[in-house]
């Protein structure tokens, strides 16, 4: 994924969403919220934002709230430097300038999650060991995960990324990667739909504890190799029956396999051309 | 924290507490036992108390039960000696003491834990690494962690706190910190209010496995630095929304949503003055 | 504990166990399954036994059924030599003759498990490190646990121990010890009622993650002290209110809290002498 | 196991299932994949397949969907080109070739798992340690468990095996071996029947996870000798009671024990010859 990857040169996976309801896209972060609790990513913290598909300089996302409790009305639409469209009077996520400046910063970025996943954590503290990935499933976190210190530019902080300035910091940090580590606090991740990100953040920690395990049994370590990671990249499609798969599964363990809005229905909801 | 923040200058979020009607602690009490059985930071054993609002020489604990399986007519009265108020006659927890000697010696402790949490065990055995905050949702733990050993004062016991006077030894180890392990057993945790201290008591643990995994990854550790822990103690109130969203969540996972009080439920119900 | 303790000079609390009903015993038996299924003690493999009650030369196990599957009338009754005491068609556990051998050599022995929980699996067949008590709740395994491998005096097998000769070599190997580690296939636990030996062998795994999670730590181990197990055993008593909250605590938590048996059920049913 | 069991010398227990309905089969496949699911060796991805049971030249397998969400009408049948053998519209698995290669090179071999079990994955990229059979439950991977690098042969690929040539490549690898790693990507087990594969795939994992423990233990590691390995394998029945019970308690748990039938059911079905 490059910056190259921009809306004007959107596959056609993209063009579906971006034709679908606002109801679907409603729909599908309130399953991404569910999913990313069920798997053990988030818990009372971290969110999950997906960008506007009629509108690229605005994006979603839930209010401040646990991500399993999400609905549907929980969600609000927020400008790219993280303040309310609209009239919103709700209290939202003191963090969500994490996902402003991404999508501020990455015109080809669809969806953004930060999150605290217990088993990244290690990765941001411990200087000897780079998180790469080492399974084919952890492969869309990408060649290089870097790692973002609030410390560096800001000092003693809460570690929190309460603004824009901050929020851009670790924008840059991330570059044209997919996955930025953030040092005692957690990770973002940046994708091309929700799904993807989804899907990323779910073997995100996967990829960590195989690593930290190999570590332990000791000798070599056969990390991905760059072609293969690309050969990944350029297979990946979101809505793909592979990707689908993942996506309707970990739906139905979450509880709402009844939200699922399948590939197939978008495409007949969108008018003939 | 330190022992300047007594009662008397007792920030507003207390005040409200204060104010709040013995139902409504009695209530958040149970929430406090059921959220620590489901997050897997007591078993069969360990428990939970609160100062009682409207006396503080009293507090707030279960009779002699599982926290899971407590309900409000499990509570019982206790003075700072350990020995019931009123006329008890159901069987009490033997380490009750350890709650009595914390409130006695920390006017500034409204709430207090004892658990087994097993990530916490082998940090009160092992002597190569310190238990330090590493992460943000840990720095509540706070810059020391001291261990207390029984046996340096009483020999050889049966490792439980059973009378005031090894309550006493193991408040004075605690000090004016937030939590001390206790070698071989378990540790004890004090907070400004039931939120912070079953916050803390939970992240605990998740500290503690972050900082076991960054050793086996190797190479130098970034603790959190003495001036985040500051600011993130700055920050904290128990009944911001942040606060309150996580004590949602584990209430509604533990199954006892339904007796959650909203702080803003709670400010309604306090008398204008 | 050891052999002294044998029925003639059992204490105030076996007495009662003695003297209530079979049914009883046959649905505490029922429980213990559960529990030790629930506690991923047991999965499909792996069996908890109960002297009878009326006559110490027969014990109840269930037929071959998984622990979790267990119903009353799986129950049967085998002999010391580990065959059926009546007309009994069902397929028996092809390893009952541990329970058969150690009840045989063990008369303060009233209870016994064999199961395979995986973490105890490691201290089995790694030479390195010693199980040993490091925490409270572990200290009923004892000072020593020893290691039995069965390729020592029977040469190459299946690892199960399926006759008399094997089970006998086992119990020796046990001596006057609580627990055995079994080379390669899991471990055997020997108590002085149905929940303590129950309890143990829950704790056992939760010892042996905290030894092994002390050794990664590094420096130092502190175990228990020889003292303070034995002060923990002199504390003991299966029918004590702390014991009981283990017991109806996790029962509560396999799903069958309405078969339990309170102590004092116990007493009032025993007839005035 | 060896290729000179073939099914002209099939064992007993091999005609009763050859002799059962296809109903049965398929129903035992359904619960294969509900097995897999709910003890974790499979998630979204990973599959199972049995041979059919009237011709030997094709097998049965899920079309393209999660193990956990399978049921008897999403069951397809494929040739040993992995094509389907009538007029299949469904989207079939990518990487069904792994299935139709191992079932071409063995014709021991009667039924295949491949999955991405997390605990095996370390195994397959860290060049000091061998996995090996350390605990008798995992005596079935076999003496030696040769990893497979898609890498050596085909050079920078998604690591997917998506055509014959590479399930033939793997084929080879897995030799007359049980289980093959997959560098970067999970394992293929092979068995004489669909419960022996599946209880292999869960104690693989457990075994793995064994020997990861033991390594951080220290010391001489004692792994099972050959000759337990034989030992094992010759005593081992599919439709033993001491399996079935495995194969009952998984079914139960993952909530198909409806779906089960017993061996004597299908016994009884059997027309008398």
């Given amino acids: 994924m490059s910056n190259d ?13 971006a034709m679908s309801s606002l109801d679907t896209v409603f729909q599908d972060l309130v399953i991404a919220n569910r999913i990313l609790a069920k798997e053990d990513v988030v818990d009372a913290y971290g969110h ?6 009629d509108d690229p300089s605005c994006f979603l996302i839930a209010r401040s709230l646990a991500p399993e409790l999400v609905a549907g009305d929980d969600i609000v639409e927020l400008g790219l430097d993280g303040q309310p469209v609209g009239d919103e009077k709700r209290t939202l ?20 999650v930060h999150a605290h996943a217990e088993d990244t954590l290690a990765f941001g503290i411990a200087s000897a060991t780079k998180l790469r990935p080492v399974i084919h499933s952890g492969s869309f976190i990408g060649t290089e995960v870097p790692v973002w210190d609030i410390a560096d530019n800001f000092g003693d902080t809460n570690l929190l990324v309460t603004n824009m300035e901050q929020g851009r910091d670790l924008a840059k940090c991330l570059g044209s990667n997919n996955v930025a ?4 606090h957690g990770f973002a ?4 739909s929700l799904i993807e990100v989804v899907r990323m953040s779910v ?8 690593l930290m395990r190999a570590k332990q049994l000791g000798g070599t ?16 499609s979101p809505y793909s029956t592979e990707t689908w798969r993942a996506w309707e599964y970990w739906a139905s363990k979450a509880g709402c396999g009844d939200m699922l809005t399948r590939p197939d229905d978008v495409r007949s909801r969108v008018p003939e051309a």
Same sequence: chains 1, 2, 3, 4.
């Fill in 5 to 17: 990857e921009c809306i004007g040169s959107a596959p056609f996976d993209w063009i579906i969403i």
């Fill in 221 to 236: 370590i056969k990390y991905l190799s760059q072609g293969e990671i690309n050969a990944r990249n350029r297979g990946y």
């Fill in 48 to 53: 999950v934002s997906v960008r506007h598909p």
């Fill in 189 to 192: 991740s940046a994708g091309r």
């Fill in 181 to 184: 580590l953030m040092r005692g």
């Fill in 93 to 112: 996520y003191l963090e969500r300038f994490i996902h402003a400046a991404i999508f501020e910063a990455r015109p080809d970025v669809m969806a953004v």
């Fill in 203 to 210: 073997y995100l920690p996967r990829n960590a504890r195989t």
